[in-house]
């Protein structure tokens, strides 16, 4: 299957995905951890990446669509692939139609996920990711480590990401809705949306997922 997930900061995509991507048994691709990534290794790109994150503004789409033009043409991704954070305005979407396009293939879904702005400050306000890896993700009320600061999977150090501060929260919010959400409509005119409410416990949400893309909501 192909799929982009889509929702505002802090809906849970990240959360979300680990589980569709292992049950469905395709790569979880998430531009913005391929950018932490690369801001952790000090690559070139990362360097590029980092000052459009630290404010809350999306990287330019040339460093962008290259990135995940790249990842998506790894052998792993030949069947199927669940997009997290991209494509997150329209020329991203028109990017990647016209990629598959040349590949003769299609999106299956866009999985919308539905959470209420103050739902979000609360998941955000509480997110601790690791310093080896921004996929594994805690929440110090609602999915607490087992050890205050240390993530469960890899033993890493938890911290609080940059671009988590109230204020830049703020501007994601604003970047979302400007320029992101025009995305559902514009797949929407492609009959591909499929939208859930993203509250509840982390397995109520994905089991109303996986309904949701097997057709019997
Ligand atoms: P990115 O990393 O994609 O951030 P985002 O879209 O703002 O999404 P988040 O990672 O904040 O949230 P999430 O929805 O994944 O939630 P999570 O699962 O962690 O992008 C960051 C930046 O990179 C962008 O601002 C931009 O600068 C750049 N970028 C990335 N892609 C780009 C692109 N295509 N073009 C240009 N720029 C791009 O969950 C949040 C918290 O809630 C966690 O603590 C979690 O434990 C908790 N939680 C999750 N589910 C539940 C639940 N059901 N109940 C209770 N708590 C829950
Ligand atoms: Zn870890």
């Known amino acids: 299957m192909r799929i982009v997930l889509v929702g505002p900061p802090g809906a849970g995509k990240g959360t979300q995905a680990a589980f569709l991507a292992k049950n469905l048994s395709i790569p979880h691709i998430s531009t913005g951890d391929l950018f932490r990534a690369n801001i952790s290794q000090g690559t070139e790109l990362g360097k590029q990446a980092k000052a459009y994150m630290d404010a809350g503004n999306l990287v330019p789409d040339e460093v962008t669509i290259g990135m995940a033009k790249d990842r998506m043409a790894q052998s792993d991704a030949v069947n199927g692939f669940l997009l997290d954070g991209f494509p997150r305005n329209v020329s991203q979407a028109e990017s990647l139609d016209e990629a598959l396009k040349a590949d003769d293939v299609k999106l299956d879904a866009v999985l919308d996920l539905e959470v209420p702005e ?19 993700v805690f929440h110090v009320t609602y999915s607490p480590p087992k050890r205050e600061g ?9 911290y609080q990401r940059g671009d988590d501060s109230e204020d830049t929260v703020r501007k994601r919010l604003e970047v979302y809705h400007t ?17 859930i409410s993203a509250l509840g416990k982390v397995d109520e949400v994905t089991k109303r997922a996986m309904d949701a893309l097997k057709g019997d909501k």
């Open 150 to 158: 240390v993530c469960d999977v890899c033993g890493g150090e938890l």
């Open 118 to 136: 103050d739902e979000v400050v609360k998941r955000i306000a509480g997110r601790r990711v690791c310093r080896n890896e921004s996929s594994h």
């Open 179 to 195: 320029q992101t959400e025009p995305i559902i409509d514009y797949y929407r005119a492609q009959g591909l949306v499929v939208t």
